[in-house]
């Protein structure tokens, strides 16, 4: 079945960097697009960034120029590397595939941003 778990999350301050990662597992990594999203308290799950399975990229404009989503094929691994971190950027952060029209998600990795 398909899984997918992610690790990297914590506490930060504004300026600094952490990189996600998500372990995928039940399918096959490398024809798949895979996604970030985020939920903040009290707000709707929203899309971070985008690779496509040919490493096409899109991004969220609110993380443009900041986070950069990358994947290792090789490790089934999909990576968020997120810079200049802001105090809004602190939200619950999941792992997202869409398999035969069905999406699947992680369990999440909290990210807070605060001095």
């Known amino acids: 079945q398909v899984q997918l778990v992610e690790s990297g999350g914590g506490l930060v301050q504004p300026g600094e960097s952490l990189r996600l990662s998500c372990a995928a597992s039940?399918?096959?990594?490398?024809?798949?697009?895979m996604s970030w999203y985020r939920q903040a308290p009290g707000k709707e799950r929203e899309l971070v960034a985008h690779i496509g399975s040919l490493h096409s990229t899109n991004y969220a404009d609110s993380v443009k120029g900041r986070f950069t989503i990358s994947r290792d094929n090789a490790k089934n691994t999909v990576f968020l590397q997120m810079n200049s971190l802001k105090p809004e950027d602190t939200a619950i952060y999941y792992c997202?595939?869409?398999?035969?029209?069905?999406?699947?998600w992680g369990q999440g990795t909290q990210v807070t941003v605060s001095s």
């Open positions: 039940g399918f096959t990594f490398s024809r798949y697009g």
């Open positions: 997202n595939v869409v398999v035969a029209g069905r999406h699947y």
